[in-house]
């Protein structure tokens, strides 16, 4: 329709659902490899509500679902054309050409999978042993079964000497260590093979899939906030991966992956072309309350501590020292993790940065938070802090363990922004992009926030 996108199905069960245009989040094109063998392609249509909420079309031709894509965007932005003849609305559009922001060649996709360690194929034998039943004349669930087989291997094992035992223990290590890196580069391989993110008119665009093709295109202004993450050990090798958190869903997930094995050289060009900034040497950093502090540090051990005794009590004389020394040992752990817990906020930006061996930083603008909510608990509010809560559409984001003068300092600042802005003016057009959002602040107050 001119209005909204409308969608009818089902033969004895009628079903018919219709979307505002100016409600749909994103358009993508998915490719999985047997509808790719006919030249078939599913189109979903993102609605920001949830996975339950979107409306997929399987299968258009591939001519057909780029069409419809083009078609949905044009309607989205007011830009209707005038009715091109028949057989021009037949043909395939021209493919949008764009920046290439940042890529990953198989070398890269290679070194990414190593680091990808998993042992997911296990979970997949322990999910096809309730179908062994069928196939086998025992019961794969039966204990005296394993019992008796184990019984039996370590017999034979016992034969073999201790020079044989080490050298078999080795060798199953090893086969272990290397199914499990097979594994992470096979899942790499096919779900990032020919990783492209482009800068287009439209916006951010990026394909990859080996055996499932996907193309996505978000608008600037749908980005919400940036998600930059690292495991513990690419962490050491500077490798860290960013995400656009946005209303539009990936995968379930609440973010886009826009460059999922990066150096921090190559996140920043991706960072600046969504309009945000990474923080710098000039970035004023603050850590979370000393209290804070100190209650986790008790909290890592008092798991620990309730085992010591009960050891004390129940085990023999010295076992009680493992868990005590484990406590003590989670205890530091957490004081030292202190120092990589902080937060910082300019004119523009919210920084918070987490995470001892593996830190997590999220970023978001001050402008594009909806809300900002102080919460205490019965200690927090014992102990004077609190956690920031700050309302972010598609994603969350939290600041834990604020000192109270520091959550309500924060508190009034991003409001400030916020009752500063007229936000039925961001989805207007501005200078750099049609549709994108506008970043600067409105002097004064809204007529809806006065109103309110």
Known sequence: GEADIRLEQGILSRTARSVPYERIQDVSLAEPLLARLFGLVAVKFE?????????????LTAAEGE????????????????????????????????????????QRLVTFGLFEFSLAVFAVLLGLLQYADTFFSFSVWDARV?????????????????????VGAV??????????????????????????????????????????????VMPVHRVQALEIGTGLVRYRFGWRSLSFVSLAQDNESSSHDVAPFAQLAEIAPIAAAAGFRLPDD???????????????????????????????IFAPLGWFLIPIGAALFAAALNLYAWEFRRHAIDADQVYSVSGLFAPQSQIAKRLKLHSVEIAQGPIARLRGYATLNLGLAGGTFAIAGLPLTRARELRARILETIAATDFSRLEAGTEALPGQARSEAQPGFSSNFAAT
Not at 78 to 102: I, R, T
Not at 158 to 166: T, W
Not at 197 to 211: D, I, N, P, Q
Request: hydrophobic share 45%; charged share 25%.
């Open 67 to 106: 069409r419809l894509r083009q078609l949905v965007r044009e309607r989205r932005d007011e830009e209707v054309a005038a009715v091109a003849p028949a057989d021009a609305a037949a043909s395939p559009p021209e493919p949008e050409s764009g920046e290439v922001l940042f890529a990953m060649s198989p």
């Open 146 to 166: 394993w019992a008796d087989l184990l019984s039996e291997q370590s017999t034979w094992i016992a034969r073999l000497g201790p020079i044989a035992q080490v």
């Open 171 to 216: 060798a199953g290590l090893v086969t272990l260590i290397l199914l499990g890196f097979v594994t992470g580069l096979a899942r790499t391989l096919s779900r990032e093979w020919g990783f492209v993110l482009e800068r287009t008119a439209r916006g951010f665009r990026r394909r990859r899939g080996l055996f499932t093709r996907t193309d996505v």
């Open 47 to 59: 609605t920001g509500a949830g996975g339950s909420e979107d409306i997929s079309l399987s299968y």
């Open 282 to 312: 000039a970035t004023a950093w603050q850590r979370s309350s000393k209290a804070y502090r100190t209650d986790r540090a008790i909290e890592g051990a008092l798991v620990f501590l309730a085992i010591a005794i009960g050891l004390a």
